[in-house]
């Protein structure tokens, strides 16, 4: 599989396709750390990220904000003392779509930096 994180994000749309639990599975190996959560009937992927102090963790969350607007994706983002919990998926499809596999992969190579 390629490097998710070479990959930039497509324009997605209503109607677009939903990834086939084939793909979601081989994608899933590729961001080990996240999991699968659903909510209001919309799977999502999920992972949270601890830090030392809240500055860490707010300076993580603006990376990962300028991240989002420069791919035009955009994920929800809990800033809390010592962690930070990123939610990623696809609001038009009401679903997970690619992008949100190569938002994954990029939110890690922030973190690991």
């Not at 994920?75 to 962690?83: F, N």
Request: charged share 25%; proline share 3%.
């Amino acid at each position: 599989m390629s490097d998710l994180t070479q990959e930039k994000c497509e324009a997605c749309r209503v109607g677009a396709p939903q990834v086939s639990d084939e793909e979601m599975k081989e994608l899933a190996l590729a961001v080990p750390d996240w999991g699968f959560e659903t909510r209001d009937d919309v799977l999502q992927l999920e992972r949270v990220y601890s830090f030392d102090n809240f500055v860490d963790a707010i300076a993580f969350t603006n990376s990962v904000g300028e991240l989002a607007e420069s791919e035009g994706h955009h994920p929800a983002l809990l800033t809390e003392w010592g962690k930070v919990t990123v939610t990623w998926w696809s609001h038009k499809i009401r679903g997970l779509h690619r992008n949100d596999f190569i938002m994954a992969a990029k939110t890690d190579q922030i973190f690991n930096g």
